[in-house]
């Protein structure tokens, strides 16, 4: 979602607030602006689009000024245009926000009673007319801060500047994160820890109700109360994790190619690939022998990942799961006991309803464990176990490598639990291991073979408008995922079923203009999925069958491509058949041209509802 950055400084700060968004970019956003205090009055700058608007803008109308805060906007309220982006200023009050001010409707209304005036359609400038009013009615700054605090209700992160205070950013957070940066003579907020890299390692993260008055010596930092706390410095690794395209085109590419890399990192922190183990640790986080059910609940790719780690988790450690999108999960008032766990996972470890589904399931006394990805994030720090699954940065919206390393941890977890069980004996616990640890080499050679033929196959597939994708087993939710990636990056439209419901349905849709990606190892479930081939065959349908040696050399339906993959064991084929579905949608959207990194509409971080 939006990004926010701060800085309060001893030289200029314009150009180095703009550099820190760019590290923000990973999020999604539709305008930016930037706003400074020089010489006792606030300037702006804004653009709508990307920040080479922006930049050009400052190029031409530079910002002097030692303290400033900026912003990229993800819509909520509002077209995105110059009007509505932010910073806000109303009498000598900037405000930047990310998040949804919920009551601003009626706090809008009663600001217009009260005889303000409103330049924009955002709710974001309640705020700054409510700092406004507090302090025409003679409030100090601090004061009209907690006041407004105690007024707003909703999710957000925010950052204000008072013309009348040079020295001085306020921030508060109810939800989306943010950090406090120390530096040597400098003090720095933002959104997360990557976009303070390159000015300092040392960091505090408010919590939910923290406020904070920040200066170039440090900050005080209190709670929705007023009462000052204590929240601890710590020394984050995101500077390891600024990253570039390298050789690639775009972001998603390389974090394509870096997967069989990640995948072994992840590998080496839950097994032993000597022993070829699960490493005990992992199995001591949760302890999976009491349990009676497991709940794992997610958003988007990352619930996608859930639904394969829930075949795992049944069929070898015999635990029944519940699944959910987070977005219903935590209005399902769902009956919960002591004797389950809960997983919850999330690339940011900041997803709002993710976030919600957690505190849900901790207030019902459930053992709760967070599959993320950024171990300093509020679903890391809310839960009794931590599994990171250790992607590093992924800056392409649509998530591949995340994805992966998600599976990795998962498949870990559920040979864990069945070892904890009583159901994985050491020869198969063995076995499984070195499955998992074939993986980043199977991969690689995947990625090495396959992609000529991808892009030439590409070309073809963005000259339609609808594809279908089918799987069973677990790859039916790669089947989901695979036209997810489609939409979200080509926006071609894409649908995913399971392989046995064509015939309920969606097979209406086949006809000589529908191509269908079939998604079929040789597995238990081949010759079915095989079955549903022929049935989309018989009416025309463009077949695009993803398969491995055996399959292909089983099957003799005519195709529109067979995609080739290596035989490979059947708990790691989740993560090697993502590869082609991942390049699929790579390429088809680079041909068509859309902004692959940046898809429109789309949010890295969706910090609220």
């Given at each position: 979602?939006c990004?926010?950055?701060?800085?309060?400084?001893?030289?200029?700060?314009?150009?180095r607030?703009v550099?820190?968004?760019?590290r923000?970019?990973y999020?999604?956003?539709?305008?930016?602006?930037?706003?400074?205090i020089h010489?006792g009055v606030l300037?702006r700058?804004?653009?709508?689009?990307k920040?080479?608007?922006l930049?050009k803008?400052?190029a031409s109308?530079?910002?002097?000024?030692?303290?400033?805060?900026?912003?990229?906007?993800?819509?909520t309220?509002?077209?995105?245009?110059?009007?509505?982006?932010?910073?806000?200023f109303?009498?000598?009050?900037?405000v930047?926000?990310?998040?949804?001010?919920?009551n601003?409707s009626e706090l809008?209304?009663?600001?217009s009673?009260?005889g303000?005036?409103f330049?924009?359609?955002t709710?974001?400038?309640?705020?700054?007319?409510l700092?406004?009013r507090?302090?025409?009615?003679?409030?100090g700054r601090?004061?009209?801060m907690l006041a407004?605090?105690?007024?707003v209700t909703?999710a957000?992160?925010?950052?204000?500047?008072?013309?009348?205070?040079?020295?001085?950013?306020?921030?508060?957070r109810s939800?989306?994160?943010?950090?406090i940066?120390?530096?040597?003579?400098?003090t720095?907020?933002?959104?997360?820890?990557i976009?303070l890299?390159?000015?300092?390692?040392?960091?505090?993260y408010?919590?939910?109700?923290?406020?904070a008055?920040?200066?170039?010596?440090?900050?005080?930092i209190f709670?929705?109360d007023?009462?000052a706390?204590?929240r601890?410095?710590q020394i984050t690794?995101?500077?390891?994790?600024m990253?570039?395209?390298g050789?690639h085109?775009?972001?998603?590419?390389?974090e394509?190619?870096?997967?069989?890399?990640?995948?072994?990192?992840?590998?080496?922190?839950?097994?032993?690939?000597?022993a070829?183990?699960v490493?005990?640790?992992?199995?001591?986080a949760i302890?999976?022998a009491?349990l009676?059910?497991?709940?794992?609940?997610a958003?988007?790719?990352?619930?996608?990942a859930?639904?394969?780690?829930?075949?795992?988790?049944e069929?070898?450690?015999?635990?029944?799961?519940?699944i959910?999108?987070?977005?219903?999960f935590?209005?399902?008032?769902?009956?919960?006991?002591t004797d389950?766990?809960a997983?919850?996972?999330?690339?940011?470890?900041?997803?709002?309803?993710t976030?919600?589904?957690?505190?849900?399931?901790?207030?019902a006394?459930?053992?709760?464990g967070a599959?993320?990805?950024?171990r300093?994030s509020?679903?890391?720090?809310?839960?009794d176990a931590?599994?990171?699954?250790?992607?590093?940065?992924?800056i392409?919206?649509?998530?591949?490598?995340?994805?992966?390393?998600?599976?990795?941890v998962?498949?870990?977890?559920?040979?864990?639990?069945?070892?904890?069980?009583?159901?994985?004996?050491?020869?198969?616990?063995?076995?499984?291991?070195?499955?998992?640890?074939?993986?980043?080499?199977?991969?690689?050679?995947v990625?090495?073979?396959?992609?000529?033929?991808i892009?030439?196959?590409?070309?073809?597939?963005?000259?339609?408008?609808?594809?279908l994708?089918l799987?069973?087993g677990?790859?039916?939710?790669?089947?989901?995922?695979?036209?997810?990636k489609?939409?979200e990056?080509?926006?071609?439209?894409?649908?995913?079923?399971a392989?046995?419901?064509?015939?309920?349905?969606?097979?209406a849709?086949?006809?000589?203009?529908?191509?269908?990606?079939?998604?079929a190892?040789?597995?238990?479930?081949f010759?079915?999925?095989?079955?549903?081939?022929q049935?989309v065959?018989a009416?025309?349908?463009?077949i695009?069958f993803?398969?491995?040696?055996?399959?292909?050399?089983?099957?003799?339906?005519?195709?529109m491509?067979?995609i080739?993959?290596?035989?490979v064991?059947?708990?790691i084929?989740?993560?090697?058949?993502s590869?082609?579905?991942?390049l699929l949608?790579?390429?088809?959207?680079?041909?068509?041209g859309?902004?692959v990194?940046?898809?429109?509409?789309?949010?890295?971080?969706?910090t609220?509802?």
């Amino acid at each position: 979602m939006c990004g926010i950055v701060g800085i309060v400084g001893k030289e200029p700060v314009a150009e180095r607030l703009v550099d820190a968004l760019r590290r923000l970019e990973y999020r999604g956003y539709d305008s930016a602006g930037v706003a400074t205090i020089h010489d006792g009055v606030l300037k702006r700058r804004r653009a709508e689009g990307k920040l080479f608007n922006l930049e050009k803008k400052l190029a031409s109308e530079p910002l002097a000024g030692n303290i400033g805060i900026a912003h990229t906007r993800w819509a909520t309220h509002g077209i995105p245009n110059e009007t509505n982006a932010h910073p806000h200023f109303v009498d000598g009050v900037a405000v930047v926000h990310n998040g949804i001010i919920e009551n601003f409707s009626e706090l809008k209304d009663e600001l217009s009673a009260d005889g303000a005036t409103f330049e924009t359609q955002t709710d974001t400038e309640v705020v700054a007319q409510l700092l406004a009013r507090s302090r025409r009615a003679g409030m100090g700054r601090r004061e009209a801060m907690l006041a407004m605090l105690k007024q707003v209700t909703g999710a957000y992160a925010l950052a204000v500047i008072f013309a009348d205070d040079p020295s001085t950013i306020m921030a508060a957070r109810s939800g989306p994160p943010l950090a406090i940066g120390y530096g040597r003579g400098e003090t720095y907020l933002g959104s997360d820890a990557i976009a303070l890299a390159p000015f300092t390692n040392e960091i505090t993260y408010l919590v939910d109700g923290d406020w904070a008055v920040i200066g170039r010596d440090g900050a005080f930092i209190f709670d929705h109360d007023g009462n000052a706390v204590d929240r601890p410095r710590q020394i984050t690794q995101a500077a390891a994790y600024m990253v570039d395209k390298g050789n690639h085109r775009h972001f998603m590419e390389k974090e394509i190619y870096e997967q069989p890399e990640v995948i072994s990192h992840a590998l080496a922190h839950y097994v032993d690939l000597g022993a070829h183990t699960v490493r005990t640790a992992v199995s001591d986080a949760i302890d999976f022998a009491s349990l009676r059910g497991l709940t794992i609940s997610a958003c988007g790719t990352a619930y996608l990942a859930g639904l394969i780690g829930k075949y795992w988790f049944e069929r070898y450690a015999r635990l029944p799961v519940e699944i959910d999108v987070a977005s219903e999960f935590r209005y399902r008032e769902i009956p919960l006991s002591t004797d389950q766990a809960a997983l919850f996972i999330s690339q940011s470890g900041e997803t709002a309803d993710t976030l919600a589904s957690l505190r849900y399931c901790h207030d019902a006394g459930l053992k709760t464990g967070a599959v993320v990805n950024v171990r300093e994030s509020t679903i890391a720090r809310e839960s009794d176990a931590v599994f990171p699954i250790l992607a590093g940065p992924e800056i392409g919206v649509a998530s591949t490598k995340a994805f992966t390393c998600q599976l990795t941890v998962l498949a870990s977890l559920a040979i864990a639990a069945g070892k904890a069980r009583g159901l994985i004996h050491a020869d198969e616990e063995r076995q499984l291991v070195r499955q998992l640890t074939e993986m980043p080499r199977l991969m690689s050679g995947v990625l090495n073979s396959i992609e000529p033929q991808i892009e030439a196959l590409s070309r073809e597939l963005s000259k339609y408008k609808d594809v279908l994708y089918l799987g069973r087993g677990t790859s039916y939710p790669l089947a989901l995922e695979g036209a997810l990636k489609l939409k979200e990056i080509s926006y071609i439209h894409a649908e995913g079923y399971a392989a046995g419901e064509l015939k309920h349905g969606p097979i209406a849709l086949i006809d000589e203009n529908m191509p269908v990606i079939v998604i079929a190892p040789h597995d238990r479930f081949f010759e079915k999925t095989v079955s549903n081939m022929q049935e989309v065959a018989a009416r025309g349908g463009k077949i695009i069958f993803i398969t491995d040696e055996r399959g292909a050399a089983a099957s003799k339906l005519p195709t529109m491509a067979t995609i080739t993959l290596p035989n490979v064991a059947e708990i790691i084929a989740p993560m090697v058949f993502s590869l082609p579905i991942q390049l699929l949608a790579y390429h088809t959207a680079v041909f068509m041209g859309t902004d692959v990194d940046q898809p429109r509409n789309l949010a890295k971080s969706v910090t609220v509802e």
